[in-house]
């Protein structure tokens, strides 16, 4: 599996030493907002659901209808992505659910801000 990674510099114009360093990015949290990232889709599965796990004991469950899954650079993308959940009528079961998110290829969305919109 390929890392994500993220750089500060841009076109060779650098203004710090630390311009030149490489970060390998994995998730993104801000507020009650979440970018969980990977260079294949099903690798968000697994670690996803033990995210779920964590939040479960706390009485925390994701509001699926807000979720989206943002794809990149892929062709012919499916309009839709199944995840793993917990049970939200039993949080401490073991059982595992399934959520249907969408799609969506066209642009990111974090913070209510869109990034990589096409014009």
């Known amino acids: 599996m390929r890392s994500l990674c993220v750089t500060a510099h841009n076109h060779r114009d650098l203004h ?5 360093e490489s970060l390998l990015v994995a998730i993104v ?18 670690p996803y659901l033990h995210m779920e796990r964590f939040q479960a004991a706390y ?45 969506v290829p066209d642009y990111l969305e974090f913070l209510q801000t869109k990034v990589n919109v096409h014009q």
């Open 16 to 20: 710090l030493h630390g311009d030149l």
């Open 29 to 46: 949290e801000a507020m009650d907002d979440s970018e969980l990232l990977a260079t294949i889709l099903l690798s968000l599965q697994q």
């Open 59 to 103: 009485g925390w469950i994701t509001s699926w209808i807000k979720s989206q899954v943002y794809v990149h650079r892929v062709p012919n993308p499916l309009a839709s992505f199944q995840m793993p959940s917990v049970n939200s009528n039993d949080l401490s079961s073991s059982a595992v659910t399934w959520q249907s998110i969408t799609v």
